[in-house]
C-alpha cells in the first residue's frame, strides 16, 4: 500500500515537473507564497531566491557560479526566515554569565574597579580605530567571498606551489558549503545557548533579558559618525536575532578564511592579519565578548576540519568506484 501510493505521488510530482525543468521556477513560487503568508515578500530575499533560479537556467557554463552561489544563498534566505519562528523555540537568555566569564578570565583591573575588555575599550575608543574596526566589521563576508572566489575560480587553473590547481578544483567547493553549515551550527546555538552582546548590558543590565528591543549599533555608530552615512544603521536594521552573540560568526568567517587559506597555500598573511583585526574589532565595538570569538572560532575549525575529512572520504569512494568500473570487465571477462 505505501509503496503504492510513493510510486503513484512519484508519477504526480513528475507530470507536475518538479524533476524536471520546471522544478527551480514552481519551488520559487511555492517560497515566494510562504513568505507572503507568513509576513509579507520582500525585497531582498526576493532578489536572492530569483538569482539562484536564474544562474540555474542559463545553461551549463554558469552552473560554476550557480555551485558557488548557492550555499550564500541559502545561506541568506534561511538566516532571514529565523525572524518568525526564534521567539518560540529559543530557551533561556543567558546575560550575565558571558559578561562574568569575560569579567573572571580577561578582566581588567582600574581604579574603579574591575572592567570587562569590552567596558574598557568603551573607554578609551579612537577615530582611527573607530574607523578600520568599523570597516572590517562591515566587509567580513565580502573578504571571505573573495578569499573563496579567489580559490574557485581563479587557482583552481593555476594552482600554488603548495597545491596542484586539479587538487584545488577538486576541493575548494567546500569553502562556500563549510560557509553554509557553520551559519547553521552558529544560529542553532542561539537557541540552546541565546546570550547577549554586551552592548545590550551597557543599556539595559542584568535584569530578565527583553526581546522588544532592536539591534543595536553600538560602536559602529561612531563609524557611521565618521563617514556622516548611515552604513551601519541601514544594516543592522536586517538583524534576525539581537541575543546571538555567541558564537561570534564575524570570527568564524575570517578563521575560515585563514584555515582554507593554509590548506591551498596562498594568501595566508592577508587572511591572519584580517582574522586578527576582526578579533579586536569584535569586541572594540562592544558587540561580543571574548567569549562570542573562542566559541565562533572552534566552531569554524571544527566545520572546516569536519568539511576537509567528510569531501575526502567522499572523494576516496568516488576514485573507488571509478577504479572499480575500470578493473570490471576485465574481472568479468
Known amino acids: 500500500m505505501a509503496l503504492h501510493f510513493f510510486k503513484n505521488w512519484s508519477t504526480w510530482w513528475t507530470k507536475l515537473g518538479v524533476k524536471g525543468r520546471f522544478a527551480p521556477v514552481l519551488l520559487l513560487i511555492a517560497y515566494w507564497n510562504g513568505l507572503q503568508a507568513v509576513g509579507g515578500l520582500k525585497g531582498d530575499l526576493v532578489f536572492c531566491s ?5 544562474l540555474y537556467y542559463l545553461g551549463p557554463s554558469f552552473r560554476r557560479v550557480y555551485g558557488f552561489l548557492l550555499p550564500l544563498l541559502l545561506t541568506a534566505i534561511l538566516y ?4 518568525y519562528f526564534a521567539d518560540l523555540i529559543r530557551g533561556p537568555i543567558h546575560v550575565v554569565e558571558p559578561y562574568e566569564f569575560d569579567k573572571f578570565f580577561f578582566g581588567i583591573k582600574t581604579s574603579t574597579g574591575v572592567l570587562t575588555p569590552n567596558e574598557w575599550w568603551q573607554l578609551h575608543t579612537y577615530p582611527f580605530l ?3 574596526s568599523g570597516a572590517a566589521y562591515i566587509v567580513f563576508i565580502p573578504v571571505y567571498l573573495s578569499v573563496a572566489g579567489y580559490f574557485v575560480f581563479w587557482l583552481s587553473r593555476r594552482g600554488t606551489k603548495r597545491v596542484s590547481a586539479d587538487s584545488i578544483r577538486i576541493h575548494s567547493p567546500q569553502i562556500m558549503w563549510a560557509f553554509l553549515w557553520v551559519n547553521l551550527i552558529g544560529w542553532s546555538t542561539y537557541y540552546w545557548y541565546a546570550a547577549s552582546p554586551p552592548w545590550y548590558v551597557s543599556l539595559y543590565g542584568f535584569g530578565p533579558a527583553r526581546t522588544d528591543i532592536p539591534a543595536n549599533l553600538a560602536g559602529c555608530a561612531r563609524f557611521d559618525a565618521l563617514l556622516g552615512i548611515p552604513v551601519f544603521l541601514n544594516w ?5 536575532d539581537v541575543h546571538g552573540a555567541i558564537p561570534s560568526l564575524h570570527i568564524a ?12 597555500g596562498a594568501l595566508r598573511v592577508t587572511t591572519t592579519v584580517f582574522f586578527i583585526l576582526m578579533c579586536f574589532s569584535a569586541v572594540y565595538l562592544n558587540h561580543h565578548y571574548i567569549l562570542d570569538i573562542l566559541w565562533g572560532a572552534s566552531y569554524a575549525m571544527g566545520v572546516a576540519l569536519g568539511f576537509d575529512l567528510l569531501w575526502n572520504r567522499k572523494l576516496k569512494k568516488s576514485h573507488q568506484l571509478l577504479a572499480d568500473l575500470k578493473t570490471f570487465p576485465k574481472a568479468s571477462l
Open 253 to 264: 568567517y575570517p578563521l575560515m578564511s585563514v584555515y582554507y587559506a593554509f590548506r591551498f
Open 236 to 240: 543592522y536594521g536586517h538583524s534576525a
Open 80 to 83: 532571514d526566515s529565523q525572524r
Open 130 to 132: 573607530d574607523l578600520i
Open 50 to 54: 530569483s538569482v539562484a533560479v536564474v
